[in-house]
């Protein structure tokens, strides 16, 4: 039997599926044939992008570039190749007093998939993207070279890469800092807004916090849009936690995580049940203000707790839609985006919102800027093209774009502010599908 | 630790899972073929686990000067040492082929296993792990080279556990099935079949702690095999496996 590397490949959001080459390789003179014998490349790290930004013609999987090469626990700094997941990372900084600077959502993302995003945290407004706390990274490029790209040295390309959605080449190792942390805990508040109006006003003066986020109930409609609730955080220090804590600060218990085995049957997952989710999730929370320990896990990614949760959404496949609204006209927007929702009746089951502080100009290809975005995940289903539609006009009258790390359906015109990267070498199906559009 | 065969992924993990686990070893000697990947693993276990560990480059193809070796030494021994090669379509009548299959997973290999063997012997303690293969239970047409080097590996790892044991030298034969790993990268494996190397690593600790004899990997490579040990050879010799 001779190796086909042809496969079904598919991101988080199980859309779009193709079926392309796909191959790993842990040695560095292969990773360049692979380079160099292909037409069209596309580095993935561990496909959590939602839509098809790590899709290609041949996919080069970094899922074996998974060693750590140093760690300075002096300084915190730490090095490691590019398909060590955060969630390795924070295994063994934890225990030593180190966090990530910044976070997405979820711990499954590779180093080189935050570098290649630039991905932004609850902290946003506060300490910036993934990017800021990078030191340099080495680079595998057209001609199966490899650079290292830093502030001082190949800063073009460096600023090239970070957002850059792997148009620039492979990410091949990076090197970045750790933040301190006294304990594993987040000293959490949370308070519910019944509607925009109080949502906004409490995301403001929530500023000097810093991790905030906001879950919407987007099925409310009227004087109840924007209902939801706000969670802001702080690392806690060890003399704050309570007692039973205090001795080991710096270690978690090992949680059960269920497991999602299967895809769910399409019926499973609509309006009714969506409302009845937010329904419980804000009722679950009776009191105007909670104020908690919670462990970074619980804090930052409630989500990974069960695993494979993408299933939810059956076969069919979901969307992510995250957009990103200046924060003049952020409220006004975010409201005709909630009612655009609600009376679509395509409920979304997941709805965060989250102010977003000054964007780092030099990052000229990082998504965020300052502003409010909003991101909503959706079942694919035949009338979600022209619900998107909607809202990809709304965004763009509000001078708002979207999140090519979730995107796989939105208008060109929102998408294409990727500068410095067309090669043609390293071409993803979603560069493909914007510039075609456009 | 000794590991034989250091490039491996099921090897490796196999190292992380031991260390997890709060296994200690003054040293880990790391022979392999690849220099470069192995040593990128050194780091990686120094940065990880604090573990101290050596990168010895060793090529069974050529000839071994064991007086070098002298000063390796551990209670335990992960051989992971394998080469897949061409199967019979490729490779059957290609001697080249076939005799790297038969040095690499037999010819070759034994002699350097009886050399820390004879190490474990006199010490009188200590563990052998060898990787064999569920392979090497039943020639079958497409790969019966390769299934009759690991047959007789499984045979001298089953030699070798009945000679030591009452030298309190345990040994334990793994049969991995599939394996979701670079050597079958491409091949198109039922998942249901096929371990993540963790996932073997995981299974064949447990089987180290309980010092079993044999394990399989996935349970139900067992019955697998016990059904594909008992075909009659009149219907096997028809079958096209
Ligand atoms: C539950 C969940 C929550 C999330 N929350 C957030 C959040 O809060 N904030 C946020 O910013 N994002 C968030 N994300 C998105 C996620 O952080 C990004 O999509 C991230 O880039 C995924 O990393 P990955 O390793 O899975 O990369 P992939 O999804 O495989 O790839 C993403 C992009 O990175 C490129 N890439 C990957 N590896 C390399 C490399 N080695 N070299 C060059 N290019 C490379 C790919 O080509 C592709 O364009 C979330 C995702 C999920 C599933």
Known sequence: MKPNFVQKVTNWGNFPIVEKEMKSEDSFKNIRDFVLNHNEVIARGNGRCYGDSSLGEHIFSTKRLNKFISFDRLNGIIECESGVLLSDVLEISVPQGYFLYVTPGTKFVSVGGAIASDVHGKNHHAEGCFSEYVIDFKLMIENGDIITCSREENSDKFWATIGGMGLTGIILSAKFKLKNIESAYIRQESIKAENLDEIFRLFEESESWTYTVAWIDCLQKGGNIGRSILMRGEHAFQHELPENLKKNPLRLKKKFEPTVPFYFPGFVLNALTVKIFNFLYYKKQSKKEVKSFTDFETFFYPLDFVNDWNKIYGKSGFIQYQMMIPKETGKEGMKKILETIANSGNGSFLAVLKLYGKENPQAYNSFPFEGYSLALDFKVNSKLKKLIDKLDDIVQEYNGKIYLTKDSMSRSSLTNYLKNVQSSKFVSLQHKRIINNS | ?241
């Not at chain 2, 335990?76 to 897949?84: N, Q, S, V």
Request: net charge positive; charged share 25%; with cysteine.
């Open chain 2, 1 to 241: 630790m000794i590991v034989l065969g250091s490039t491996s992924e099921v090897a490796q993990a196999f190292v992380e899972k031991a260390l997890q686990e709060g296994e200690k070893f003054e040293k880990i000697y790391l022979f392999t073929s690849n220099k470069e990947t192995t040593e990128r693993f050194a780091r990686h276990i120094d940065v990880k686990f604090l573990q101290q560990s050596e990168v010895i480059e060793l090529d069974l193809m050529k000839p071994i000067d064991y007086n070098q070796l002298d000063y390796v030494n551990s209670n335990l021994i992960f051989c992971a040492t394998g080469y897949l090669g061409e199967g019979t379509e490729e490779g059957l009548y290609d001697n080249k082929n076939t005799e790297r299959i038969i040095d690499i997973n037999y010819g070759k290999l034994v002699p350097l296993m009886n050399y820390f063997a004879q190490k474990f012997e006199s010490k009188r303690s200590g563990t052998i792990i060898g990787l064999s293969s569920v392979a090497g239970e039943r020639g079958r047409q497409s790969n019966f080279i390769y299934g009759s080097a690991k047959a007789a590996f499984t045979a001298y790892l089953s030699g070798l556990r009945n000679y030591l044991f009452d030298k309190k030298v345990h040994v334990l034969t793994i049969k991995p099935g599939f394996m979701a790993t670079k050597m079958t990268e491409g091949l198109p494996l039922n998942p249901k079949l096929t371990a993540t190397p963790k996932q073997a690593a995981d299974c064949i600790f447990k089987a180290y702690k309980k010092q079993k004899n044999v394990a399989y990997v996935l349970p139900i490579w067992a019955i697998i095999m016990m059904i594909i040990r008992n075909i009659p050879e009149f219907i096997f010799k028809k079958l096209k496996l």
